[in-house]
T-cell receptor, first 113, second 112 residues
């Protein structure tokens, strides 16, 4: 089944404890992206990757890191999480050469206390 | 001011009604436009994709883009309770193909 998977689905952590949210797609898509979704603020793009080893900032990259060492995986790294990073995170991928027609993962709900 | 403004809703309609969901935008560079549907506790799923101005129809769904007015719409005909979800508009440009800007979403409830 073609899909985007994220792990973990739910995570509660404490301020300052480094964490990684994994994202993997099995559709051989070149484009991948991370978003956060907050009430009243909608979906906001954090980082995106046009291809392996090619990443760029979205609208809200502060406090996040990404890497794209292989086509299928695009992990999101929070080196020192803070409570304002409590949010619902979505990974997405697209067969197209950009943010068109994206397939989204199921989401990761992160709480930072 | 946000680049993309979406009618906030929530919207509640009876089954069988025609629903109109709307977004306006300010960035004239936007060339491609999407509508996503998001059920509660799920990730968004692509409903419609349109490039530039015009209409596109897919079953009960019709997407309209009016670039001169910077206005896009999604129409749902013969709405069903299964259409109850949050609808998100999204848009982007070829000059910065990796970036995508979303509206805040409109929550629709279709009552049987």
């Amino acid at each position: 089944e073609a899909q985007v998977t994220q792990n973990p689905r739910y995570l509660i952590t404490v301020t300052g404890k480094k964490l990684t949210v994994t994202c993997s797609q099995n559709m051989n898509h070149e484009y991948m992206s991370w978003y956060r979704q907050d009430p009243g603020l909608g979906l906001r793009q954090i980082y995106y990757s046009m291809n392996v080893e090619v990443t760029d900032k979205g609208d809200v990259p502060e406090g996040y890191k990404v890497s794209r060492k292989e086509k299928r995986n695009f992990p999101l790294i929070l080196e020192s999480p803070s409570p304002n990073q409590t949010s619902l995170y979505f990974c997405a991928s697209s067969l197209k050469d950009g943010a068109y027609e994206q397939y989204f993962g199921p989401g990761t709900r992160l709480t930072v206390t | 001011q946000k680049e993309v403004e979406q009618d906030p809703g929530p919207l509640s309609v009876p089954e069988g009604a025609i629903v109109s969901l709307n977004c306006t935008y300010s960035n004239s560079a936007f060339q491609y436009f999407m509508w996503y549907r998001q059920y509660s506790r799920k990730g968004p799923e692509l409903l419609m994709y349109t490039y530039s101005s015009g209409n596109k129809e897919d079953g009960r769904f019709t997407a309209q883009v009016d670039k001169s007015s910077k206005y896009i719409s999604l129409f749902i005909r013969d709405s069903q309770p299964s259409d109850s979800a949050t609808y998100l508009c999204a848009m982007g440009s070829n000059t910065n193909a990796g970036k995508s800007t979303f509206g805040d979403g409109t929550t629709l409830t279709v009552k049987p």
